[in-house]
């Protein structure tokens, strides 16, 4: 398995890099309305709408604002193109299955981590990103997204 590390508050993630789309540099994010409250609001990437997920506020974490220092990672999941709000990009690294274990036996409060993998520095928790949006969450998403591109209240 290939893993894209990356940090928030001092500890580190990865998501698998087939989900990744590219890795850019944090920007100004335009806030939306009527939102999940996991979004932090929107980016422009190249002419392509894409939606921040605030994955400090997903995982428990205390929110901060975006850092020019920060690091927004666009994946592909559920038919969407998401970015999400890393404090620090870390390496590519590829590790052995047998160096995983399931989540549930290390963080059994967290349907957001489909694992954890030890590496030779640590280990990292593994952000499964298809799980990032409950179902209603995708749906307001959507249409707060629909509302704002068509210029009009959400519903």
Not at 28 to 40: D, M, Q, R, Y
Not at 56 to 77: E, M, N, S, Y
Not at 92 to 98: A, I, K, N, P, Q
Not at 150 to 155: K, L, M, S
């Amino acid at each position: 398995m290939r893993l894209v590390l990356f940090t928030l508050a001092g500890v580190q993630y990865g998501v698998s890099a087939d989900a990744v789309v590219e890795i850019v540099r944090a920007v100004a994010i335009t806030p939306l309305a009527g939102a999940p409250a996991v979004v932090e609001g929107l980016i422009d990437v190249r002419g392509l709408i894409v939606p921040v997920f605030d994955l400090r506020k997903r995982l428990g974490l205390q929110t901060r604002p975006v850092d020019p220092a920060d690091h927004f990672i666009l994946v592909r999941a559920n038919q969407r193109t998401a970015a999400l709000h890393v404090e620090r990009m870390g390496e590519l690294v590829d590790v052995d299955e047998r160096d995983t274990t399931e989540s549930r036996s290390q963080v059994p409060s967290n349907e957001h981590i489909a694992g954890v993998a030890t590496l030779p520095d640590g280990m990292a928790f593994i952000h499964d990103v298809a799980t990032f949006l409950s179902s209603a969450e995708s749906d307001t998403l959507g249409a707060a997204m629909d509302a704002r591109l068509t210029n009009r209240a959400p519903a």
